[in-house]
T-cell receptor
């Protein structure tokens, strides 16, 4: 149980275009989903926290207009990287949990390459 | 602000060796600590979760300990195998329910 999927697993896009990444909780309802970014040999850095039906809360230094997060249902959250640039190339990982006292379950990640 | 440190960044051991991975954190006000495994280009697999009131957790060849007052945790791997080669991350959950991760230790077990 507690499976989280991400789609796509890898994506290459051209500079200036937008790309959407989906995160789904397959066998539980996720009241909260998290989006992380991981650069090579670095920690996972939390970008934003989203609660179903409400606006995402972004961490300091993360541009909310560039990284659009939507959590429209209890099983789906999306991250849209708008006007992507090469410096946005990274590994994006989502996680989901049922409630505050529950464990976070992580997706397999999405490798974004912006050319 | 919580900081999580894992040293060394990389470790190479021969197969069969018992080993200890270290994790330290600066703020002892945590709800729990979790150890994850990450294979190259993949997501995170949870290995062990220790609640702040616990001292250790065991799963198979893995044993994790937590000393909250000193801000330290260790992950003990018994009889290491080449399949244990991966990056091991520790993360602490703070009062805000957010996870703070270390950079990880990349383990290589030589056959």
């Amino acid at each position: 149980g507690a499976v989280v999927s991400q789609h796509p697993s890898r994506v290459i896009c051209k500079s200036g275009t937008s790309v959407k990444i989906e995160c789904r909780s397959l066998d539980f309802q996720a009241t909260t989903m998290f989006w992380y970014r991981q650069f090579p040999k670095q920690s996972l850095m939390l970008m934003a926290t989203s609660n179903e039906g409400s606006k995402a809360t972004y961490e300091q230094g993360v541009e909310k207009d560039k990284f659009l997060i939507n959590h429209a249902s209890l099983t789906l959250s999306t991250l849209t990287v708008t006007s992507a640039h090469p410096e946005d190339s990274s590994f994006y990982i989502c996680s989901a949990r049922q409630g505050e006292v529950y464990e976070q379950y992580f997706g397999p990640g999405t490798r974004l390459t912006v050319t | 602000k919580q900081e999580v440190t894992q040293i060394p960044a990389a470790l190479s051991v021969p197969e069969g060796e018992n080993l200890v991975l270290n994790c330290s954190f600066t703020d002892s006000a945590i709800y729990n600590l979790q150890w994850f495994r990450q294979d190259p280009g993949k997501g995170l697999t949870s290995l062990l979760l220790i609640q702040s009131s616990q001292r250790e957790q065991t799963s198979g060849r893995l044993n994790a300990s937590l000393d909250k007052s000193s801000g330290r945790s260790t992950l003990y791997i018994a009889a290491s195998q080449p399949g244990d080669s991966a990056t091991y991350l520790c993360a602490v959950k703070g009062p805000d329910s957010k996870l703070t991760f270390g950079k990880g230790i990349t383990l290589s077990v030589r056959p």
